[in-house]
């Protein structure tokens, strides 16, 4: 069993990503479904249909705000009409909160649409630290950032994958999302211990976990959350809830969409994989 | 310049490019070398684009048939990416497609991309509320001179001269590909969104000319002034008040005024 550990925001239990394909079914036969996360960039659109969905979905569910162009990483200036765009949905929606990914996404005004790794050295974390500032500054709130799947390292790195994620949380004093598969998948394509990364994460500052399927292409690994949840990456969520304790937890489903039923599943199995570790926390 | 904006230069080159020059700063091991780890970034990013660009444009897709995978990588080649919604590369697709080789050589092409752009663009534009005839009921007979009405601001006018509307109904129906017929002079299509449901029709001249003024905020005496050019001055009055119905049954029309022009 572990113990709680306290959290500035509340866990919200086991949720889904909100794609189109699910919609109507989500909205009739919500299941266990406990909160959804949405892609943020999918609903920063003046109007029409996404927003009348997302308004329904507002009003069943706590909703998290989960960006992907955010580009935190990138030497590029911050995309002040994106921010802007980023905090008029926030005000619409009040998510529970709102996440994106560590990493860059472009640069020269070029958008690679790629979640790009970061050189894990002092001159990236300052200047990732930096703008997680200017970004909560605008937002007025915390952020969370997420781990990601990476295929690339660079050879002048001074620290590890996780040193630098945990020291951008710190310095910056923002959140954490964990995506467990990630760790998973970069663990094996770089040959690290994923033990030794969820070691080295502060457990106070993770706020969300991701679940999600990759495939194999060729000797490397690829986050395609396109397949289910393999064994490997279960066993390492419940080394994470071991670790970390009741931490909202959802799974990302992007392609090869299957029926609901079978994503709901998947979330009953989180469940019941974490249920044991988490009796006697609060 | 900053070390980690070199490398975040020489990076996307590497994705960019071709044929990119090895990155130095890269870091291979026995899993996989270097070049073939940066590969997955280089696949992905035209996989990406290929795809969303496929979503965006399906009438093009069944015009353009096999050559369809070609054009959009050539486009993709030519143009990278620039806003932060994938969606948002297909922006460019029309006027590349007017003037890039060899794709210019078949006009069709290009206007099969406004076409199909224009429809996702109408898709999530800013709502605003239509004017109904209920709404207009209590205009006063002797006021309609002065009415002005404001067209949805999304609301599209365009002239094709193939018969592009068919190959993108055909595509949304999944049905075969039509035949692609040239029309002796430009039609008019009209693209906007009712409610939910973006909606597209061919327009005929007089209600391209009365819509087209109505859009410059010209008062409805004068767009039954322009009737008038059309149909003569004893049915024009009964003309516009056929196309006003049919706008407003259409929910083309987002408010209206009564003001007198001014001499």
């Known amino acids: 069993m572990i113990a709680s550990i306290p959290r500035s925001l509340p866990c919200l239990g086991y949720g889904l990503g909100l794609r189109v394909e699910y919609y109507e079914a989500l909205l009739e036969h919500p299941g266990p479904v406990e909160w959804l996360e949405i892609v943020?960039?999918?609903?920063?659109?003046?109007?029409?249909?996404?927003?009348?969905?997302?308004?329904?979905?507002?009003?069943?569910?706590?909703?998290?705000?989960?960006?992907?162009?955010?580009?935190?990483?990138?030497?590029?200036?911050?995309?002040?009409?994106?921010?802007?765009?980023?905090?008029?949905?926030?005000?619409?929606?009040?998510?529970?909160?709102?996440?994106?990914?560590?990493?860059?996404?472009?640069?020269?005004?070029?958008?690679?649409?790629?979640?790009?790794?970061?050189?894990?050295?002092?001159?990236a974390l300052a200047h990732v630290v930096e703008r997680v500032s200017q970004v909560q500054e605008v937002l007025g709130r915390r952020i969370l950032l997420e781990n990601v799947s990476s295929y690339i390292r660079f050879a002048d790195a001074q620290l590890t994958e996780w040193e630098f994620l945990s020291a951008v949380a710190e310095r910056a004093d923002c959140l954490i999302l964990l995506d467990i598969n990630n760790i998973h998948v970069s663990a094996h394509n770089h040959g690290f211990s994923p033990l030794d990364y969820l070691d080295g994460v502060p457990a106070a500052r993770v706020q969300q976990f991701h679940l999600a399927g990759h495939e194999?292409?060729?000797?490397?690994?690829?986050?395609?959350?396109?397949?289910?949840?393999?064994?490997?990456?279960?066993?390492?969520?419940?080394?994470?809830?071991?670790?970390?304790?009741?931490?909202?937890?959802?799974?990302?489903?992007?392609?090869?969409?299957?029926?609901?039923?079978?994503?709901?599943?998947?979330?009953?199995?989180?469940?019941?994989?974490?249920?044991?570790?988490?009796q006697d926390a609060a | 310049m900053s070390t980690l904006r070199a490398l975040q230069q020489r990076t996307l080159q590497a994705v960019l490019d071709d044929k990119p020059p090895r990155l130095r700063e890269l870091r291979g091991d026995g899993l996989a070398n270097a070049s073939s780890r940066m590969d997955v970034y280089r696949q992905g990013y035209r996989i990406r684009l290929r795809t969303a660009l496929e979503a965006?444009?399906?009438?093009?897709?069944?015009?353009?048939?096999?050559?369809?995978?070609?054009?959009?990588?050539?486009?993709?080649?030519?143009?990278?990416?620039?806003?932060?919604?994938?969606?948002?590369?297909?922006?460019?697709?029309?006027?590349?497609?007017?003037?890039?080789?060899?794709?210019?050589?078949?006009?069709?092409?290009?206007?099969?991309?406004?076409?199909?752009?224009?429809?996702s663009t109408a898709f999530d534009a800013a709502d605003e509320a239509a004017v109904s005839a209920m709404d207009l009921a209590g205009v006063p007979a002797v006021a309609w001179a002065d009415l002005h009405l404001r067209a949805q601001a999304h609301l599209q006018i365009v002239p094709f001269t193939r018969n592009v509307e068919a190959f993108r109904r055909a595509a949304d129906a999944d049905g075969p590909r039509p035949r692609l017929r040239r029309h002796r002079r430009p039609r008019h299509l009209l693209v906007w969104r009712q409610a939910l449901a973006v909606r597209y029709r061919p327009v005929e001249d007089d209600e391209h000319c009365a819509l087209t003024a109505a859009m410059r905020d010209e008062s409805f005496a004068l767009l039954c002034d322009r009737m008038a050019e059309h149909h003569g001055p004893a049915n024009a009055s009964r003309r516009m008040a056929q196309l006003l119905r049919r706008w407003l049954d259409d929910g083309l029309m987002a408010g209206w005024r009564l003001q007198q022009d001014s001499m």
């Not at chain 1, 393999?230 to 931490?247: I, K, P, T």
């Open chain 1, 216 to 278: 194999q292409g060729g000797p490397l690994l690829i986050d395609t959350h396109d397949a289910p949840v393999v064994d490997a990456v279960w066993q390492l969520y419940v080394e994470a809830v071991s670790r970390f304790g009741r931490v909202s937890t959802m799974i990302e489903r992007d392609d090869h969409m299957p029926p609901l039923a079978e994503l709901l599943a998947e979330l009953e199995h989180a469940r019941r994989l974490a249920a044991p570790l988490l």
């Open chain 1, 40 to 123: 943020s960039e999918n609903y920063m659109v003046p109007g029409g249909r996404p927003l009348v969905w997302l308004d329904r979905f507002r009003q069943r569910f706590p909703l998290a705000m989960h960006g992907v162009s955010l580009s935190i990483g990138s030497t590029d200036p911050l995309d002040d009409g994106y921010l802007a765009r980023l905090a008029a949905l926030a005000h619409r929606i009040e998510p529970a909160w709102i996440s994106d990914h560590l990493c860059w996404t472009g640069v020269q005004g070029v958008n690679l649409h790629d979640l790009m790794p970061l050189p894990y050295t002092e001159e």
């Open chain 2, 56 to 119: 965006e444009f399906p009438g093009l897709r069944l015009l353009a048939g096999k050559r369809f995978e070609r054009l959009l990588e050539s486009y993709v080649a030519a143009h990278p990416s620039g806003h932060y919604n994938i969606r948002w590369h297909g922006a460019g697709l029309a006027a590349f497609l007017e003037y890039a080789r060899p794709w210019c050589a078949r006009p069709a092409l290009a206007e099969m991309a406004r076409l199909d752009w224009l429809i």
